[in-house]
């Protein structure tokens, strides 16, 4: 019988030399790039951060801020909260003298900061403030209250633009309608009822100095029931009223 004759068995082709196996990922591969991401998304974050207060600032402009953080935490605390919002023209004028000779003398020749009295408030230590009528507005309308330098930051930051947006007018008018008079107690329209059993319009100098007497700090004062200190405060904020109408320090507003 013929022998079978075998089939040479064909070779093995070897493996490619340019096919190499892909080096096996880290499970740590994300650190590097962790950096890169939080680097990019945060820039993206604070430049729609800033639109967004940029967008508010400027509705804000026209339209009156239906509350303020510190307001819903305060009406969250308390349960109630008293508040009437008035247009400046309804409330009485020499309420906006007494504000700005309490508060800000040189609000009407500032840009949003006061820096005369800064220099004086680094001569004197800290121990006395210098905000203006416009960053204590950006503070209650805007921000948060507390000190700390995030808050204070976020404020020089605004503060320049409420100035350009908004007349000097209607920032006072904001800041008279959202400041706290007494605990629960904010604006000029809440207040007045409040103390003196009278409308906003109607409030006298003398009513309207006490009024701007117990800030900045109303519920440690009483304008219903005033300290010997807070009558002298308020006689010598009467006294300032008249000095701003007759140097003309009160035409950015009355104007």
């Known amino acids: 019988m013929a022998k079978a004759v075998k089939k040479p068995q064909k070779r093995a082709k070897p493996a490619s030399k340019t096919r190499q196996e892909k080096p096996k990922r880290s499970i740590f591969w994300w650190i590097g790039v962790v950096p890169y991401l939080a680097v990019r998304w945060g820039w993206r974050l604070a430049i729609a951060i800033a639109l967004f207060i940029l967008t508010v600032v400027v509705l804000y402009a026209f339209v009156n801020p239906p509350t303020t953080a510190y307001i819903f935490s305060e009406n ?146 009483s304008a219903k029931r005033p300290s010997a200190y807070i009558q002298k405060r308020a006689r010598s904020i009467a006294a300032g009223a008249a000095t701003i109408r007759a140097d003309g320090r009160n035409q950015c507003f009355e104007g």
């Open 76 to 221: 969250w605390r308390l349960e109630e909260t008293r508040r009437d919002w008035r247009d400046f023209e309804t409330i009485s004028p020499h309420m906006a003298h007494a504000i700005v000779a309490a508060e800000d003398a040189n609000f009407c020749n500032h840009w949003g900061f006061d820096m005369a009295a800064i220099r004086d408030a680094l001569e004197d230590g800290g121990g006395r403030g210098a905000s203006t009528i416009s960053q204590q507005t950006v503070k209650n309308v805007f921000l948060w209250h507390g000190r700390n330098w995030t808050r204070k930051a976020l404020e020089a930051a605004i503060t320049p633009v409420v100035e350009t947006v908004w007349t000097k007018r209607r920032i006072l008018e904001v800041y008279m309608n959202v400041a706290e008079f007494d605990e629960g107690v904010f604006g000029v329209g809440a207040a007045a009822p409040w103390y003196f059993g009278v409308d906003a319009k109607d409030l006298s100098m003398r009513q309207a100095s006490l009024l701007a007497a117990i800030l900045p700090n109303p519920k440690g004062r």
